[in-house]
């Protein structure tokens, strides 16, 4: 059986980007082809400490769940979910990554320049992360990881280590994730998506942002996110069109419409295509933003802790079987063992 895989750090409450970026896809995926293929949902909480935490990690671990949860995930014998760090084969096969990619590919990586300009001391974490995201994927074979865009970067990385090691040892001992054009297609997206921030809309939506109206969070209230929106920031064309480099506040707003609604971009674009009126674009996308988060925070709160650990106790029993089995094909390939 062919296996969808995907993880969300759980550094604190989620933003609106990465509900309808990876969330959202994940779980409507997930319920599609559950009967079929396994579906693996894990929360990297290895992930999460190489950055500052807010609250308390053991509790926004069990909530990242709980988001899949609310957002509909149906679970059935083949849906596995499971927090990285009870499966210490994740930072086994890291290790052996480690020394099998390069400085050179590791360091041109955008996210660790990102996440370390400016800073005096960055730790090794942030360097070798995606190292460790390959391993999480390549455990379990994983052929499609359904991701934003911000992270196709790391899933080339996961493809060319994999591609390497099989190469060095001439055994197919790694399955080779789907390029990021294949994970677009499989997802059902035009483009990998990328929410952007309500105010600099050529930047994208993110929890480390600290103005509050760049970002809608998601325990916001729903009609402060409405009124988030409708503070977005646009441009002065006067006319809608889908356009991220010329118009990415509209455009940005017009992808939020579609992903809610799971309507397809391009009915969309075509259904606002030349309105001059921003004002009732924006009305509109508030209004879908409040029902929705309405309606998932309502879900939200009926969901209890236990429920999400006995899901850990199914989930982790399957995850180090399948982990476990494939480190020590790769142990032996080095003839560690
Ligand atoms: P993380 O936790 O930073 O982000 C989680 C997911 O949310 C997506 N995302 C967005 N999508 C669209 N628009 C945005 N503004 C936006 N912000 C975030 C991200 O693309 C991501 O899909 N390294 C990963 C976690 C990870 C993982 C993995 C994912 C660890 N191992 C294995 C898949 C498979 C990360 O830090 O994502």
């Not at 391993?135 to 996961?158: N, R």
């Not at 933003?289 to 879900?299: A, P, W």
Request: hydrophobic share 40%; glycine share 4%; charged share 25%.
């Amino acid at each position: 059986m062919k296996t969808i895989l995907t993880g969300i750090r759980s550094n604190s409450v989620l933003t609106l980007g990465n509900y309808l970026g990876a969330l959202v896809p994940m779980v409507r995926l997930a319920n599609k082809h559950s009967d079929e293929m396994n579906v693996n949902i894990f929360v990297p909480d290895l992930h999460s400490i190489i950055a500052d935490i807010d609250g308390n990690l053991q509790e926004n671990i069990v909530r990242t769940i709980k988001y899949y949860l609310a957002a509909g995930l149906k679970i059935n014998k083949n849906v596995h979910i499971y927090r990285q760090s009870y499966v210490p084969a994740h930072s086994e096969l890291c290790w052996i990554l480690n020394c099998v990619a390069t400085m050179g590919e590791t360091s041109r990586m955008t996210q660790y320049k990102e996440k370390s300009e400016g800073r005096e001391s960055v730790n090794v974490g942030i360097f070798d992360y995606p190292i460790l995201m390959a391993a999480d994927i390549l455990l379990y074979s994983a052929e499609y990881v359904p991701i934003g865009e911000d992270q196709f970067q790391h899933i080339e990385l996961a493809r060319n280590l994999a591609m390497r090691f099989n190469h060095r040892f001439d055994a197919e001992i790694f399955t080779i994730p789907l390029k990021t054009t294949e994970q677009i297609k499989f997802m059902g997206v035009s483009d990998g998506i990328r929410i952007r921030d309500l105010l600099n809309p050529e930047k994208k939506m993110s929890k480390s942002t600290k103005a509050e109206n760049s970002k809608i969070m998601l325990n916001d209230a729903p009609e402060l996110a409405a009124k988030k929106i409708m503070s977005a920031t646009t441009d002065s064309y006067g006319k809608v069109k889908f356009d991220m480099w010329a118009q990415p506040g509209i455009s940005n707003l017009l992808q939020i419409e579609a992903l809610i609604n799971d309507i397809p971009l391009q009915d969309v674009i075509s259904t606002w295509a030349g309105e001059t009126r921003y004002g009732e674009l924006k009305k509109k996308v508030a209004e879908s933003v409040k029902k929705e988060l309405t309606e998932f925070q309502e879900r939200l709160n009926k969901i209890s802790n236990e429920e999400v650990y006995e899901l850990f106790d199914f989930g982790e029993e399957y995850a180090n079987k399948i982990a476990n089995k494939k480190l020590l094909e790769v142990q032996k390939a080095f003839k560690l063992r």
